[in-house]
């Protein structure tokens, strides 16, 4: 399949994490899935809690025709009411099964459900399934779904009870059961439910984890792929089941989300979301604008951040600018601008990077890059600092002032409206001290940027996700405190 009548951009947003560098791992994989297709013009990640971030993600997108795949296993609170809100879409609550499509800022943009909900995920249940017991079915064996499960939204669970039922019509298993970690039915409870003698679980979980690594097998007394349980009777003999029934095998497969079939699900959320009609043409004039202006000044040699840009017969070095004058020989060659990511997603102590921007760039790397490679390798390096900054050396970068951010916050994040001013600047000179961003949010002047030869000087249009957890922190009393960070 492949699209032809326009140029298209497909953004997969996911939500990261301050803390982890792993929580965008599932992402970062099926974006290169679908990206090594060439089905898509390009194929954009976005995070809530790394960058891009969603306030920027649409910044980097270089095409009008834009679809948004929330990359979560089911609705709620983030699909329903953060992505919507941050992405300046005018949506809130319940996203119909058609999608959501805007015109914002000559884009059309369409937002879709999350990829959990689609009904091709009963297949990959199935397939999950069957890699650990690939007999599963009949009389003797039992399937249970697991979800995560909350009280906060009655929608996390609901497609996990969806897929079960959808299964339990089809009469493949002897019994189709979805339980929760967190919410009645509770899957700790299984062995009082479940009659067969080999029980198939499958965690609807998006990625592996915690929960899939560690709570389950740990709350289970499950020893691996297969665990074998002896006679119910000593834990609860199951209603229906025959006296003194025998032992009971648990085969536990890995969670859904991990599964490589997610890619074409996501691949159909995207075709289903087509309905809305064009506007514009096919490339966003500040945008090519932006790169058009980096790439003839990478073409002479180019400073940005703690990088240097150099140009070598039709291909372009970029290193860490303290490495300049080093032996090629010494340094760690990266010819891909996925390879340069993930060896510049930590510091040198192997620490997590959720802002690009901060001054702990690790050193050692040289990447060797087409000219077609590059402006992806900068996105990878510095994401949306192109697009701000030439918005900023043009003077048309529209900055967002700290009381119009804290009064989008909900959740857990509302505290910080409560933030005083003092607290507000505390916070930013510890936190935004260690950053090369000018913060223009705040009044700070920024009057010239590396696109006119000062490479630090780049512009903060908004406070980040990063501040925003931090200043919570600060107005809850437990900023600096061991275990008081939530994100």
């Known amino acids: 399949m492949a699209y032809t009548d326009c140029m298209r951009s497909l953004v997969l947003v996911g939500h990261g994490s301050h803390l982890n560098s792993e929580s965008a791992a599932a992402v970062y994989r099926y974006a290169e899935l679908i990206r090594s297709r060439g089905l898509f013009d390009e194929v954009v990640e976005g995070y809530w809690k790394e960058e891009p971030s969603l306030r920027q993600v649409l910044k980097t997108c270089t095409y009008t025709d834009v679809t948004i795949i929330p990359m979560f296993i089911s609705e709620g609170y983030f699909t329903e009411t953060v992505i919507p809100r941050e992405m300046g879409l005018g949506h809130q609550g319940a996203v119909p099964r058609e999608g959501v499509a805007r015109s914002l800022g000559g884009r059309t943009v369409r937002y879709t459900l999350p990829y959990g909900v689609h009904p091709a995920m009963t297949e990959v249940i199935l397939e999950r399934a069957r890699e650990v017991l690939p007999d599963a079915g009949g009389d003797d064996t039992a399937l249970i779904i697991i979800g995560h499960g909350t009280t906060r939204n009655e929608n996390s669970n609901k497609v996990v009870h969806q897929n079960a039922e959808l299964l339990r019509q089809r009469g493949i298993f002897s019994e189709v059961h979805a339980l929760f970690l967190d919410e009645e039915p509770k899957v700790t409870g299984w062995r009082e439910k479940v009659h067969a003698k080999r029980v198939v679980m499958v965690p609807f979980f998006a990625s592996e984890g915690w929960h899939t690594l560690e709570t389950i097998p740990e709350d289970l007394d499950l020893e691996g792929t297969v665990t074998v349980f002896s006679s119910q009777i000593e834990a609860g003999q199951a209603e229906g089941a025959p006296e003194g029934a025998g032992e009971q095998t648990v085969y536990y497969g890995k969670p859904v989300g991990t599964h490589p079939a997610v890619a074409d699900v996501i691949v159909q959320l995207a075709e289903e979301a087509r309905g809305a009609s064009l506007v514009g043409g096919d490339r966003q004039s500040d945008h090519r604008a932006a790169w058009d202006v980096f790439m003839n000044l990478a073409r002479g040699g180019l400073r940005m951040g703690e990088i240097m840009v150099t140009p070598h017969g039709g291909l372009f070095e970029v290193r860490h600018a ?78 967002t002032p700290w009381p119009t951010t804290a009064r989008r916050q909900t959740g857990i994040y509302g505290k910080v409206q409560q933030a005083t001013p003092a607290q507000v600047e505390h916070v930013a000179e510890e936190v935004c001290g260690g950053c090369l961003k000018t913060r223009v949010w705040a009044g700070q002047r920024l009057n010239q940027t590396f696109f006119g030869g000062v490479p630090g000087a780049i512009p903060c249009a908004e406070a980040c996700t990063f501040l925003v957890a931090e200043i919570r922190e600060e107005v809850a009393g437990k900023r600096g405190q061991a275990g008081g960070h939530s994100h």
Do not use: M
């Open 322 to 399: 303290l490495d300049e004058g080093r032996s090629s020989e010494t340094l760690t060659t990266l010819v891909t601008p996925d390879g340069l990511r993930d060896h510049t997603r930590l510091t040198e102590s192997g620490e997590h990077r959720p802002v690009h921007t901060l001054r702990n760039l690790r050193r050692g790397w040289r990447a060797v890059l087409s000219e077609e490679d590059l402006p992806r390798a900068i996105h990878t390096l510095y994401p949306a600092v192109v697009e701000e900054g030439y918005a900023c050396q043009t003077h048309a970068l529209r900055s």
